[in-house]
C-alpha cells in the first residue's frame, strides 16, 4: 500500500558520500537529495544518517536544514526523521502556533494504531521534557481540550472483540446528541475518544443502519481550489508514503476525477514538486 | 524499603510440590502456603507457578482459590499474580461495583510510575478486552469522569526538570480556585492530571511558600476505629510489600502511635492475620 520505491539492497556509506558531495561546495544538488532519499525507507534513512555522523562527525539532518530551503528543507526534515519523531515534531509545531492546528493532533491521534500513537508520546517526551497531552491540555480549553486531551491520551483496545449490545446503546447515545445538536455532550466524547476502533466501526455502522445516514465522512481538503496548504500537504504525503499513500492515491481519484500527481503538479514547483511526486512513486 | 523476607535461593520445584501436598486430600495446610508464599518475591512466584503447571498440568491459582476462602483467598489470590495483573484485577473489581471504589482508581493512576501505570493498561486490555480507560469512562460521569479519566491515561514526563515559572503560574491557579471553591474547575484537573510528578512537587511547594500551607495531605484511613476494610488492607499491603510497605509500616506509626501490625493484629484473625503479617516482615 506504500508507493514509496525503495531499493532492497543500498550501501548507506555510499549513500552517505553521495549526500556529502551533493551538499559541497556552493549550491546544493537537490536532485541528487531527492534521488537518495525519496528512495530510501525509514531503516535505511536512519542507516544513512548514522553513517553520515560517522564519516564526517555532522548531523545530516542539520547539514541539509542549511542548505535547502522553504517547503522543500521542510517536507526534507520530516521525511528523514524516524516516524515516531516526526510527528512528535508536528505535534509541537500545531500546538505551539497562535491559531493551533488542531486537525493535525486529530490526525496523528487517530491515523495511528495504538503503539504507534505511545511511540509518539514517548518520542515527543524524549524531544521537548513534557509529555504531549501536557502541552495540548496547556494550550487549549473548554470542550475542545476534553476531545483533543483524550485523543492523544487514549490507549484503545487493539483487538477485534465488538460487544453488538454496546453499538447498539451507543448509537442511540450517538443519535440523541446529534439530533438535539448537543455536539459537545461528554457522552459523545467519551465514547468517540476510548472505545477500540472495532468497537467504533460496529456502532458507526448501526447508526447508519438506524439512522440511514453514515455518521462520518473522511475529508481530506489538503489540496483547495485557491492556493495550497503546503503543512498539509507535505505532512500527508510524508507520514503516509511507507504505509497507504496507494489507498489515498485511490481515494483522492476517486472523489476528484483527478490524480493526485496531476494536483500536486499542479499546485507546487521546483524541487518540493519533485521530491513530492518520487514519494508518490513516479518513477525518476 | 520493602518489608518482604525472601530467600535469595529456593527451588520453585520444591515450592510447587508443597504447595501441592499442603492443597492435596481434605482441609489445606494453610500455614504451609503462607510459610511458602509468603516468603517470595514477584519473580519467585511467576516461577512456582509456572513449575506447578508443568508438574500437575494445573493452575495453582485456580487449585488456591478453590482451597482457600474469604479474605484469606483474596489476598492469597492477589499476591500470587504478578504485579501489573494484580492491578488490573483490583481496578476491575473496584470500578465495576454497584457503587464504584473510586479512590482505588485514583491510588493505582498515581503511585504507580508512568511506566507502571501503562504495564497496568496493557494487562487491563489483555484480561478485559477493554481498556482501562474505557472502563473508568463508562462507570463514571461529570467532573469525576473527567479526573478519573485522565489520571489513568496519562503518561506523565518522568524527568526531573521543572520549569518554576511555570510551579508559580499553576500555583496562582490552584490557589484561586481552593479561594473560590471551585474544586471542579478544568484548570486544577488540567494541572493535577498532566504535569510530572516533579513539576507537581514544585507547583505544591510554591503554593505552601505562598500560601502558607500545604495544598496535599496524604491519608490513609484503611483501618478505621469501627470495622476494617479488608479489602483496602489486603490491597495496600500487597501491592506494597516488595515496594515501599517499610516506610508506610514508619508513618502508619508515626500518625497513629500503634505499629501496623498491631493494628493488623487487632482487627483480622486467623489465616488472613498470619498471611498479612507475614508479608509486613514479621518472623514466622
Chains 1, 2 share one sequence.
Not at 556552493?26 to 542507516?47: C, F, P, Y
Request: hydrophobic fraction near 40%; aromatic fraction near 6%; include cysteine.
Amino acid at each position: 500500500m506504500a508507493t514509496l520505491v525503495a531499493p532492497v539492497q543500498h550501501s548507506h556509506i555510499e549513500d552517505a558520500k553521495a549526500l556529502y558531495k551533493a551538499c559541497k561546495g556552493w549550491g546544493t544538488d537537490e536532485k541528487a537529495v531527492i534521488s537518495i532519499l525519496g528512495h530510501r525507507t525509514a531503516a535505511q534513512r536512519q542507516q544513512i544518517r548514522l553513517a553520515y555522523q560517522n564519516l564526517y562527525q555532522e548531523d545530516l539532518v542539520k547539514r541539509l536544514e542549511s542548505e535547502l530551503s522553504g517547503a522543500f528543507e521542510k517536507a526534507v526534515y520530516r521525511w528523514i526523521l524516524e516516524p515516531a519523531d516526526r510527528d512528535a515534531v508536528l505535534a509541537n509545531v500545531a500546538i505551539k502556533k497562535a491559531c493551533p492546528d488542531y486537525h493535525v493532533i486529530i490526525e496523528i491521534a487517530c491515523v495511528h494504531s495504538p503503539e504507534e500513537l505511545l511511540a509518539v508520546r514517548r518520542a515527543y517526551q524524549l524531544s521537548y521534557k513534557l509529555s504531549l497531552e501536557e502541552d495540548v491540555a496547556a494550550h487549549t480549553t473548554g470542550d475542545l481540550r476534553k476531545l483533543l486531551v483524550a485523543l492523544v491520551s487514549v490507549l484503545r483496545y487493539d483487538g477485534p472483540e465488538i460487544n453488538a449490545r454496546l453499538a447498539k446503546s451507543e448509537a442511540d447515545i450517538l443519535e440523541d446528541a446529534i439530533k438535539n445538536k448537543a455536539f459537545n455532550h461528554e457522552e459523545v466524547i467519551r465514547i468517540l475518544t476510548t472505545r477500540s476502533k472495532a468497537q467504533l466501526m460496529a456502532t458507526f455502522n448501526r447508526y447508519r443502519d438506524d439512522c440511514g445516514t453514515s455518521i462520518t465522512k473522511i475529508i481530506r481538503n489538503a489540496i483547495k481550489g485557491a492556493g495550497t496548504d503546503e503543512d498539509a500537504l507535505t505532512r500527508v504525503i510524508v507520514t503516509r508514503a511507507e504505509k497507504d499513500l496507494k489507498v489515498i492515491k485511490e481515494v483522492y481519484y476517486k472523489r476528484n476525477s483527478v490524480t493526485l500527481e496531476q494536483a500536486v503538479a499542479k499546485d507546487t514547483s521546483g524541487d518540493y514538486n519533485a521530491f513530492l511526486l518520487t514519494l508518490l512513486g513516479k518513477a525518476d
